[in-house]
């Protein structure tokens, strides 16, 4: 009888445990960087209260709470934002132009406390994915352009030396 009570109670108590832990969804929060022709586009997708709250809360505008670095320098890009029907999610686009000579790029974000899913892709590469936790900037993602940039100068140079021959008069035989 006693072992019954012992399991009913260790029953009790794990459905007691558990049921608060259904109540709350897991962080929802994802970023896509997009960086094409020049050009980047991040949308966050995050949970509607959720960031009505947090501008609110830290006093700051949205696209002071997201941020985008090239180099380590920071762009101030442009911001729309877009509501869901439901009124449940919204999409914070962010965009606007990659510095030409860039050769990497950062994310950090204070919208977020938790861990969310930031997914960055360079034009056709395949992603790649970060798990970031809160105010902690993602690792520099090399542009796929910084590697264009050394393949056209070798090619610019190889170019360079076959017009030089070419160009330059040819010793004179004796």
């Known amino acids: 009888m ?3 009570r012992a399991i009913a109670v260790a029953a009790i108590g794990l459905v007691a445990f558990v049921r608060p832990a259904l109540a709350h969804p897991p962080g929802t929060t994802t970023v896509d960087l ?3 022709d ?3 586009n991040a949308s966050i997708t995050i949970d509607a209260d959720a960031l009505r709250l947090k501008p609110a809360a830290l006093q700051r505008p949205i696209v002071d709470l997201a941020g985008i670095a090239f180099d380590g320098v920071s762009v101030t890009p442009a911001v729309e934002t877009t509501t ?11 965009s606007g132009d990659v510095p030409p000579d860039a050769t990497s790029v950062t994310w950090k974000s204070s919208l977020v406390y938790g861990a969310y899913l930031l ?5 056709g590469d395949a992603p790649r994915a970060q798990w970031l936790q809160g105010l902690q900037p993602s ?13 056209r100068n070798n090619i610019l140079f190889a ?5 030089s021959a070419l160009l330059l008069p040819r010793a004179v035989k004796r």
């Open 34 to 36: 997009v960086l094409h």
């Open 2 to 4: 006693n072992r019954l």
């Open 119 to 123: 997914t960055i892709r360079d034009g």
């Open 38 to 40: 020049g050009r980047f």
């Open 159 to 163: 170019l360079a030396l076959s017009a």
């Open 139 to 151: 690792t520099p993602y090399a542009l796929r352009s910084s590697h264009d940039v050394r393949s």
């Open 84 to 94: 869901s029907p439901d009124g449940q999610t919204t999409v914070v686009t962010l």
